[in-house]
């Protein structure tokens, strides 16, 4: 009853206006879900420091511009760069000493690493909120038809279609795809075929974390106060929508992404007064998604190897 | 060796002895814990969020403590020293910090924080354990509501709620909206109090849209999508000022032109910093302004800060960080500095004590009677707009 009095109530305008907004905040979650999942279809680990690979991107990006007064464009192509090199230098030191321990050393081992990225943040940027520099045309607003657009939410769900295209393409139709392909399905038997499996699991780093910061950087952009622990909550979400679409499975995660979004931005729409408990509704996903289908929405049945 | 084998008894044995003697007699307790304070320093706590979300708040109230400390280092010729505690922000985090003060530091006094939620977390722990405090901005009036040993030098939100919602009315307000921050004290109670009083001035039904959000949030498109069709005069969105200023660009740029009014939190740099030009023209209550400063020790303070910090003037949390410096001094100058029941007892007792915001008298609960200031932000700096006595809503 209540639902059918909101919708009612609701003017088209308003309703777009909320469809917008789902979908470039779902287009972000999806972004920098596809990095836990590619770190987990490979190593079966959850990075959990991805979220402040995404707090550091951020940082990178306001310093050029502000600090060093390097023009966007080229502040972006350099952050995208060092957050892929951030990436890979994680793995390296915290992860790759650790790949004949049992998979719960490097679990924990990853929550150090994500404490160690925060409290360095904290420590070297201070603990007071930065504001993201506003980008020409990009930040501005765009009202069409009485729908007030940020510009960049434009280009959000545009860009992380693109990179779910490219990144498909690279792991189904290059070499690389496919070494990555086998060590995610049994990483004994790709090292015994010839795969340089440390050469791999570098690259699958330096890739989702070439993403998270691609994320990073649009969410400055859309959300510009920045914090050392701004990536833990969307990346709380996004590692939900991981698991929402499957874990493992990199349409999933964008599935999950567009689904934790929409969904935390409709409830709020049409259930107000739970405004309050919009964090709740990710976490109401995951349990269901647990207990109906543990696997995610896309994930396919895994006999756990021996 | 027979030797030896003697005097490492008479060691043992005198060891075994003391103990049992430090166990046994409370006296010897006593005089090892009286020993820092005759060494020469007294020590008084000092309660703020140095990081996290409420950092900037923090350390704009350490400002204004450290500066009374470097104006009045001593008491009856002892040195005042500070400990400084960083409650993070965080609610379970206050608690341990408060505790550590009390017992590892044990400190006789404790001054902070901002934040009620965060001064709330260490109430029961300064009312058990007796030590008292003195809140620096926390406004929620829970915070000294039956606890003897919290006091505060801020005014309290159902004044500071009224303040706001008569200057919303007086500007022609109909019908408003209130956005609050549902996880924390400080703006749900504020909320609470502004929307009675608005009621109470233009009705019932002129609060159009009470909308929440979380501590932390970043995105808050939803709920101002729906405030907007509602078309309010006015949005009153009390909360932490990261998140307000985000709020607040983020109204305007899905095209809510209404004024936003908000509490003394905004009042940190930070809040500009973020919200950038967007947040020009706000309003929001404070306790102090440097331009109507006029009691002497006022004076002082600003001229100390001036030096300080130089070309910046300091807002209402700093003022009041200062304040509550003042009323621990005053009250440990006649009770002494050991017994920190005698001193609660000499701080609830305050009257008349000269501070930075006028003369500070506490009530029965603990809090002062206050006069409000209302600010602006203009060009990224915080600029007067009026002044607000209590007598002056009574009048009303």
Redesign the interface.
């Known amino acids: 009853m209540e639902l059918f009095q909101a919708i009612t109530n609701m003017t088209a305008v308003s309703f777009a206006q909320h469809m917008v907004n789902g979908i470039s905040l779902g287009s972000l979650y999806a972004l920098i879900a596809i990095g836990y999942t590619m770190v987990y279809g490979i190593l079966l680990m959850i990075n959990f420091a991805h979220a402040d690979i995404v707090m550091m991107a951020c940082y990178f990006a306001l310093f050029g511009i502000t600090t060093f007064h390097i023009p966007w464009y080229l502040t972006f192509i350099l952050t995208i760069a060092a957050t892929a090199l951030l990436g890979v230098i994680i793995e390296r030191s915290a992860y790759r000493p650790l790949r004949d321990a049992p998979k719960n050393s490097v679990l924990i081992s990853a929550i150090g690493a994500s404490f160690l990225l925060e409290n360095l943040a904290n420590y070297l940027f201070s603990g007071r909120p930065l504001h993201f520099p506003d980008i020409p045309f990009l930040s501005s607003m765009i009202d069409l038809n009485g729908i007030q657009v940020q510009a960049i939410c434009l280009f959000i769900p545009v860009v992380t279609l693109a990179c779910l295209f490219l990144l498909l393409h690279i792991v189904n139709h290059t070499k690389t795809g496919m070494a990555m392909r086998a060590v995610s399905k049994d990483y004994e038997i790709a090292r015994v075929m010839g795969v340089n499996i440390d050469n791999i699991i570098s690259i699958t780093f330096a890739i989702g974390s070439a993403l998270a910061a691609i994320g990073a950087i649009m969410w400055g952009i859309r959300y510009p106060g920045i914090t050392p622990y701004l990536g833990v909550m969307p990346g709380l979400k996004c590692f939900i929508a991981a698991v929402v679409g499957g874990i493992g499975n990199i349409k999933g995660a964008v599935i999950g992404g567009f689904i934790l979004g929409l969904g935390e931005i409709l409830i709020v729409a049409f259930f107000p007064q739970f405004s309050g408990y919009r964090d709740a509704f990710a976490f109401i996903m995951l349990l269901l998604i647990l207990f109906y289908k543990p696997t995610g929405l896309l994930g396919e049945k895994m006999t756990e190897k021996v | 060796m027979k030797m030896k084998k003697f005097v490492s008894a008479f060691l043992a044995s005198a060891v075994a002895l003391s103990l049992v003697a430090g166990c046994g007699g409370g006296d010897k307790k006593k005089a090892e814990e009286k020993k820092p304070a005759a060494a020469g320093a007294v020590k008084v706590g000092v309660f703020l969020p140095?990081?996290?979300?409420n950092?900037?708040g923090g350390?704009l109230e350490l400002r204004g403590i450290k500066l009374a400390n470097k104006l009045h280092p001593e008491i009856n010729g002892k040195k005042i020293e500070l400990v400084i505690a960083d409650n993070k922000s965080d609610k379970a985090e206050a608690a341990n910090v408060a505790a550590r003060l009390i017992e590892k530091d044990k400190v006789k006094v404790i001054l902070g924080t901002y934040g009620s939620s965060l001064a709330m977390a260490a109430g029961n722990i300064v009312k058990d354990s007796k030590v008292p405090a003195i809140g620096t901005s926390c406004t929620n009036p829970q915070v000294t509501k039956g606890n003897d040993y919290y006091f505060r030098a801020c005014f309290i939100d159902p004044f500071q709620g009224t303040v706001m919602a008569n200057y919303a009315f007086k500007k022609g307000a109909k019908k408003v909206a209130i956005v609050q921050e549902?996880?924390n004290d400080y703006s749900v109670g504020l909320a609470k109090f502004f929307k009675e009083a608005f009621e109470k001035l233009a009705g019932a039904g002129s609060v159009v849209?009470i909308?929440?959000?979380?501590t932390?949030?970043?995105?808050f498109?939803?709920?101002l999508?729906?405030l907007?069709?509602k078309n309010p005069d006015a949005i009153f969105a009390p909360g932490n000022f990261?998140e307000s200023?985000?709020l607040i660009?983020q109204a305007r740029?899905?095209?809510i032109k209404a004024p936003f009014l908000g509490g003394d939190t905004w009042e940190t740099q930070?809040f500009v910093?973020?919200g950038?030009k967007e947040v020009d023209g706000v309003a929001f209550s404070s306790a102090f302004d440097s331009t109507k400063a006029a009691t002497p020790e006022a004076k002082k303070f600003l001229e100390a800060y001036a030096k300080e910090y130089k070309g910046e003037q300091p807002g209402g949390l700093t003022a009041l960080a200062y304040d509550s410096y003042l009323i621990a001094l005053n009250a440990m100058q006649k009770a002494g500095v050991d017994d920190s029941v005698k001193i609660r007892e000499a701080i609830a007792a305050t009257k008349d004590l000269e501070t930075t915001t006028g003369k500070t008298t506490l009530n029965a609960d603990g809090d002062p009677i206050k006069s409000a200031v209302i600010k602006t932000v203009k060009d990224g700096k915080f600029s007067f707009i009026d002044m607000v006595n209590p007598e002056d809503l009574k009048a009303k």
């Open positions: 140095l990081t996290g979300d950092a900037a350390e549902v996880s849209e909308a929440n959000y979380q932390g949030d970043k995105d498109s939803a709920q999508t729906n907007k069709a990261t200023a985000l660009k740029q899905l095209g930070d910093n973020v950038s």
